[in-house]
């Protein structure tokens, strides 16, 4: 098929590591793929996808002003200002960046003709570039919803007016991707047109960890917590009351934003963060995967509401894929994520300090039991797996365009 090109459009510091993974599988089936990126964050793009032969990547008006003319930066800022409207929901820092993408994205577009657009949120605002080129260039333009924007289960305050700029953003997309079948449920009732599911995933499956006795026991936290969503209080409560705790030579490690979270709960309690907890900051994709496979155990706070049904966050992929066993704190409900854990096997589910000094004694005497590694329900979620539904998708959007082409081109030689 001639001209497969896509342009995908990132704010890399969201967006990171979902797309920069699926890119390489998109284009090791013989895509040729643009990244079109508002942040500079280089240090969040693959070396691999860096140097392959079929992705280039280019960043936004903004950021290749940025740095160099701060006078002209500041005069974006106002610009963007004088158009910034609360009818849009939409900040200004929000403007400047569909400002600069539609800058570069236009250009990118007279030059490379591409088939296919790709927009990733959140933020929301590339879907709002999205749609402007989908109008601009009439070309195929597949939103993928990582998170929900009006919808989202964190948002409590939407107003009709937000839903409806929302709906209207979208309503020229010709598919939608999301993350789980949770928000593909709450997505149908903005959007009429296919949606489909897609994971988040993980690269490498790795093989089972055996429970043994060791010496020392890891307890590791990566990502991101939602205080109001997930118990870290009553988490870090079990552990730092733990009758091992100076016994067992244990270490509770957290990687990500999470860090601020336990300085603070301890800091309430008026005492110092016990040697066990250590909080290692923000850490790299590749870098809290390294983490998760030295750990003993890792951590993971259930979601238990409701509303939470459709979050379903990546890191659990790479949990489920790095052969350690996996404790979950709080109990595991019908919601999705709750079944994709049940489903893997190789997790122990604790609700009290007692279940947590039960399992570091069984530990230690090598007594403990939790349910087998089931690793063919596993293996799905594998990117080079999931990327399989991309292509179709990608594909048949392909063919539809050269369809529409080709009758352009039939009705002006006509």
């Excluded at 490379?112 to 109008?135: A, D, E, M, N």
Aim: net charge positive.
């Amino acid at each position: 098929m001639d001209n497969q090109k896509i342009l995908l459009i990132l704010d890399v510091k969201q967006a990171n590591p979902r797309w920069t993974n699926y890119v390489r599988e998109i284009a090791n089936q013989n895509y040729e793929v643009d990244l079109l990126i508002h942040h500079s964050g280089k240090h969040t793009l693959d070396s691999e996808i860096v140097d392959h032969p079929k992705i280039r990547i280019f960043y936004s008006f903004f950021i290749s002003i940025y740095g160099r003319n701060r006078l002209l930066t500041k005069l974006l800022y106002v610009l963007t200002k004088y158009f910034s409207s609360n009818r849009t929901f939409l900040s200004i820092y929000d403007f400047i960046a569909i400002h600069a993408f539609l800058f570069k994205a236009k250009r990118l577009f007279m030059q490379y003709k591409y088939r296919l657009i790709i927009t990733s949120s959140s933020p929301f605002y590339t879907h709002i570039v999205g749609s402007k080129l989908r109008q601009t260039f009439d070309t195929k333009w597949v939103a993928d919803y990582r998170d929900l924007w009006s919808l989202n289960h964190t948002n409590t305050d939407v107003c009709q007016d937000q839903l409806n700029f929302e709906k209207a953003s979208i309503s020229c997309a010709d598919a939608c991707l999301t993350v789980s079948r949770g928000l593909k449920a709450d997505l149908k009732s903005i959007f009429p047109g296919p949606i489909h599911v897609v994971y988040n995933g993980y690269r490498f499956l790795e093989p089972t960890k055996e429970l043994l006795s060791e010496k020392n026991i890891t307890f590791e936290y990566t990502g991101q917590i939602y205080k109001s969503n997930q118990n870290i209080s009553g988490a870090l409560d079990f552990f730092s009351h733990s009758k091992y705790l100076k016994e067992a030579n244990f270490s509770v490690n957290f990687s990500g934003s999470s860090g601020v979270y336990i300085s603070n709960y301890f800091k309430e309690k008026k005492v110092k963060i016990p040697k066990n907890f250590n909080c290692v900051g923000q850490v790299s994709n590749s870098e809290a995967i390294k983490r998760q496979k030295t750990a003993s155990f890792l951590l993971f706070l259930s979601w238990g509401e409701t509303q939470d049904k459709g979050v379903v966050p990546g890191k659990i992929f790479e949990y489920i894929a790095s052969g350690v066993p996996i404790l979950v704190i709080g109990r595991t409900s019908q919601i999705e994520i709750s079944k994709i854990i049940k489903a893997s096997g190789y997790y122990i589910c604790i609700n009290s300090q007692a279940d947590l000094d039960r399992l570091i004694l069984a530990y230690y005497q090598g007594t403990l039991k939790i349910p087998q590694r089931n690793v063919d329900f596993i293996r799905q979620f594998q990117y080079s797996e999931q990327s399989r539904t991309l292509i179709k998708i990608f594909n048949d959007l392909v063919k539809e365009q050269l369809s529409v082409d080709l009758d352009k081109l039939q009705t002006s030689l006509e």
